[in-house]
């Protein structure tokens, strides 16, 4: 299997190809996750931001996350798929929706973040780390 990730909108205005290995991958219960996926969690891989290529043009929408930093979610203008994120706070990292991948098996989650807003019929793997808030992301 070739070690690219490739991706992008349901339309296909938005691409993107990763020529890295995941940096992380996870599920997140914040309340921001749950509106823009429309149920319990979000499915995020994140990956070096200098290994991204980027085609088309998505429309950003920023918002303050609970630590101050900017999260910024993108998304495509013409069919409105969330396709990738960034966040002030981990400048070096390319968050993308993992339904937004040609392969979508290749997601491997690691963890679960912000269970602290979890909700009680969004059922996750129960072996998987969990962490109430964010935890520190390598860099």
Request: glycine content about 10%; some cysteine.
């Amino acid at each position: 299997m070739s070690s690219k990730y490739a991706g992008g909108c349901n339309c296909g205005a938005i691409r993107y190809e990763i020529e890295a290995e995941p940096l992380m991958a996870g599920y997140c219960q914040c309340r921001d996750c749950q509106h823009q996926s429309g149920t319990g969690h979000g499915s995020h891989i994140g990956f070096p931001r200098t290994a991204v290529r980027l085609q088309g043009n998505a429309t950003h929408w920023e918002k303050a996350a609970d630590s101050g930093n900017i999260a910024t979610r993108a998304f495509c203008p013409t069919c409105g798929s969330p396709v990738y994120s960034t966040n002030t706070g981990m400048p070096d990292f390319f968050i993308v929706e993992a339904g937004s991948l040609d392969d979508p098996a290749r997601f491997a989650p690691q963890m679960v973040v912000y269970t602290s807003s979890g909700l009680v019929w969004d059922h996750l793997d129960p072996a998987l780390p969990r962490f109430s808030k964010m935890p520190a992301m390598p860099r």
